[in-house]
């Protein structure tokens, strides 16, 4: 068996915020597509509700092996490996990516929201980090790439909270929290969240809210203008987004954006980088101090 076999059939129009849209510049768009696939394909393998844990480990290994030379078992991983080599990037985001995978399989609670964040570590900040490395954006922007991944994490975890406890028992949500509410595990398959449960679910898209607000001016740090359009756009859905987990059940209600809805935060993200860009080259300078 290999990760075709387990393949959800996914692809990056599915996912609920932009992967290299036409926004990138189409020299950039055939690397970062090539990483979407390889982790798409490792994240159907952690994912799969069928599969044994040790297959999982298993082909998750072969992925590993092939990204770094030693097989060619994987074609997600080898077709990587090309991209990476071809444009000189480092391997390092791929295999972090990896261990976030291998921790899906192995690691099914999370005592509180520094174990979160150190999964997040692995599992999230990659992504960004691999895309501006492509950009050959300045690594001063890693903070607030990170923040925002971060984010993005969070949302999608309490967008899936149901669906990863019911199918896979894996649950994100601390456990301190869990326990400081009143709320139980077994509260996660109900079909309506209990109170005690939408107290801690609104509690992390807090602390969303918290990670994004340290992402704000990302797009400003971005030297290429299509890729801060795109993060522009991102931000935007990521805070409507932790704004309605505030206020909606994920068990029970829709939160994902419709896509009129996408359309319209998109424009807005969209329109904001633009007027923060053309305001900060319009905008007079102070002399400077002769003090």
């Not at 599969?51 to 480990?57: C, H, I, S, W």
Request: charged share 30%; with cysteine; hydrophobic share 40%.
């Amino acid at each position: 068996m290999d990760a075709a076999a387990l393949s959800s059939g996914k692809g990056h129009r599915d996912e609920n915020f932009p992967v290299a849209s036409l926004l990138i510049r189409k020299i950039h768009r055939p690397a970062i597509l090539a990483f979407y696939r390889f982790a798409r394909a490792a994240d159907d393998v952690a994912d799969h509700p069928a599969a044994e844990r040790n297959e999982k480990l298993r082909i998750l290994e072969c992925m590993w092996r092939s990204l770094l030379g030693e097989c060619v078992e994987s074609s997600e991983a080898v077709a990587l490996r090309r991209w990476l080599l071809d444009r000189n990037l480092s391997f390092h985001h791929a295999l972090d990516l990896l261990e976030a995978f291998r921790r899906d399989v192995t690691k099914l609670r999370y005592r509180n929201w520094d174990e979160l964040m150190d999964y997040c570590r692995y599992s999230a900040a990659p992504v960004g980090r691999l895309v501006l490395d492509v950009h050959g954006e300045s690594p001063a922007t890693r903070h607030a790439s990170d923040a925002l991944c971060t984010a993005l994490q969070v949302i999608n975890h309490l967008q899936d909270c149901g669906k990863d406890y019911r199918d896979l028992d894996r649950v994100y949500l601390p456990l301190d929290l869990l326990g400081e509410a009143g709320a139980q595990v077994s509260d996660i398959g109900a079909d309506s969240a209990s109170q005690r449960l939408r107290d801690v679910i609104s509690r992390l898209a807090i602390r969303a809210q918290e990670l994004l607000m340290r992402s704000r001016n990302f797009s400003g740090q971005i030297r290429d203008r299509r890729l801060a359009l795109e993060v522009g756009v991102i931000q935007r859905l990521a805070e409507d987004l932790a704004g309605r987990l505030r206020t909606h059940d994920p068990l029970s209600e829709r939160v994902h954006h419709r896509l009129p809805e996408t359309l319209a935060l998109a424009l807005a993200g969209g329109a904001y980088v633009l007027l923060d860009r053309f305001q900060s080259r319009t905008l007079p300078r102070l002399p400077a101090s002769t003090a």
